[in-house]
């Protein structure tokens, strides 16, 4: 049983990375700072990147402690988006798209290594009062709350269109 959530878990978690990949790499230029509700295009996809890491991992010190969080600390910066606050802070494409592959890594090898007892106990976020298992739900839930936000705007305001993703596939 453990064998299979962990396929099915990892090929939802592509699946939407590569839902939220095909957002940013069809945006236009023009869309890229345009608004996406309260956010920017580029902050939204931020956002899902973001909390994907977060919760990807054990907690906020391992979410700091990265590489990636090291040698992007300009990206990162305050890491406004722990605070309740607006979002400033914009990203280019290629920081996202990096941090998009960096996410995307990160979570095939965190979810190969999780382990029965691991998947099964509270995740180190307080306010989360679930088991780790069922958090890897929430996240894939969370990235592709935003991907449908992009692709819809996407879709409003350029006539782009993001195909839809299932199980199992992967971007070429």
């Given at each position: ?23 940013v ?37 391992s ?12 990206a ?16 280019d ?62 879709r ?17």
């Amino acid at each position: 049983m453990l064998g299979a959530y962990k396929e099915l878990i990892a090929n939802q978690f592509e699946a939407a990375f590569c839902t939220l990949a095909a957002c940013v790499d069809r945006c236009p230029e023009e869309s890229w700072n345009r608004p996406v509700g309260n956010l920017r295009f580029c902050q939204a996809a931020f956002h899902a990147l973001f909390f994907a890491d977060l919760y990807l991992g054990k907690d906020l010190k391992s979410l700091r402690d990265q590489a990636f969080h090291r040698q992007h600390a300009r990206a990162f910066a305050d890491y406004e988006e722990l605070e309740d606050r607006v979002q400033v802070a914009v990203y280019d494409k290629a920081f996202i798209k990096a941090y998009l592959q960096h996410c995307r890594d990160k979570a095939a090898d965190v979810i190969a290594a999780e382990s029965e007892q691991v998947l099964n106990s509270r995740p180190g976020f307080e306010r989360l009062k679930f088991s780790r298992a069922e958090l890897h739900v929430y996240n894939i839930r969370h990235v592709q709350h935003h991907a449908a936000q992009l692709s819809l705007r996407l879709r409003i305001d350029s006539g782009v269109e993001i195909p839809w993703v299932g199980s199992g596939w992967r971007q070429l």
